[in-house]
C-alpha cells in the first residue's frame, strides 16, 4: 500500500502560475522527500523536510510539513513549461524501505 | 545522469519466462535498492541490499528474487512471469547524504529503468 497520498492527481497550469501538490502520510517519520519524474524516467531528488521542520526552501520550490497533520506541501513559484512531470512524496521506513505516494502528474501550458 | 546504470533497457519477454535486470549503483553507494512501477500500483518498493545483504524488503512476490555480488552491482530476477509483471523497474542507490543541520538522511539516485513487456 502507498504510505503517501498525494492530491491532486494530476494539475494543469499555465507558465508563471505557481502549482500546489499536497501528500499526506500514516505513519510517523523522520524525514518525507519530494521527488520529480519525467515521463517514463528515473527519479530525481528535489528536497527533504525533516520531521522537525515546518517550511524548507530550495530556489522556486518551497516545501511545508504538517506533523500533526501528517501531510506536507510542494510549492513550485513561477512555473516553467520544463516544470512538466510527476512530482512524488515519499517518505523512509528503517527496515521497510522508501515508500512513495501515487504521485501528482503537473503540467505546465506554455 | 545520475550515475547508477541499468541494464537492459528494455526486455519483451513471454509468460512464464524467466529474466534477470542488473544495477550498478553509483561508485562508492553501499544500498541498492529496486523498485516496480506499473500504472496500477504505482511506485512499489521490492528490497534494498546494503553491502551484500538483504537490509529491508517490501512488496516483494516469491517469484522475484534479488542479490548484491562483492562488487555492489545487483541483479533483480524475476520469474515465472505473469501478465501482470509488465512494469518498469527501478533501481536505485544510496550511500549517506548529510543534511543542513547535521544528521544523514537517505537521498536515492535512480537508474533509468528497464522496461519488461510480458506477452
Known amino acids: 500500500s502507498q504510505q503517501g497520498e498525494e492530491d491532486p492527481q494530476a494539475l494543469s497550469i499555465q507558465e508563471g502560475e505557481n502549482a500546489t501538490m499536497n501528500c499526506s502520510y500514516k505513519t510517523s517519520i523522520n524525514n518525507l522527500q519530494w521527488y520529480r519524474q519525467n515521463s517514463g524516467r528515473g527519479l530525481v531528488h528535489l528536497i527533504l523536510i525533516r520531521s522537525n521542520e515546518r517550511e524548507k526552501h530550495s530556489g522556486r520550490l518551497r516545501v511545508t510539513l504538517d506533523t500533526s497533520k501528517k501531510s506536507s506541501s510542494l510549492l513550485i513559484t513561477a512555473s516553467r513549461a520544463a516544470d512538466t512531470a510527476s512530482y512524488f512524496c515519499?517518505?523512509?521506513?528503517?527496515?521497510?524501505?522508501?515508500?512513495f505516494g501515487a504521485g501528482t502528474r503537473l503540467t505546465v501550458k506554455p | 545522469d545520475s550515475g547508477v546504470t541499468q541494464t537492459p533497457k528494455h526486455l519483451i519477454t513471454a509468460t512464464g519466462q524467466r529474466v534477470t535486470l542488473r544495477c550498478s549503483p553509483r561508485s562508492g553507494d553501499l544500498s541498492v535498492y529496486w523498485y516496480q512501477q506499473s500504472l496500477d500500483q504505482g511506485l512499489q518498493f521490492l528490497i534494498q541490499?546494503?553491502?551484500?545483504?538483504?537490509?529491508a524488503k517490501g512488496n516483494i512476490l516469491e517469484r522475484f528474487s534479488a542479490q548484491q555480488f562483492p562488487d555492489l552491482h545487483s541483479e533483480l530476477n524475476l520469474s515465472s512471469l505473469e501478465l501482470g509483471d509488465s512494469a518498469l523497474y527501478f533501481c536505485?542507490?544510496?550511500?549517506?547524504?548529510?543534511?543542513?543541520?547535521?544528521?544523514?538522511?537517505?537521498?536515492?539516485?535512480f537508474g533509468p529503468g528497464t522496461r519488461l513487456t510480458v506477452l
Open positions: 541490499y546494503y553491502n551484500g545483504e538483504e537490509r
Open positions: 515519499a517518505t523512509d521506513e528503517l527496515f521497510r524501505g522508501m515508500r
Open positions: 536505485a542507490s544510496s550511500g549517506v547524504a548529510t543534511g543542513a543541520g547535521g544528521g544523514s538522511y537517505n537521498e536515492q539516485f
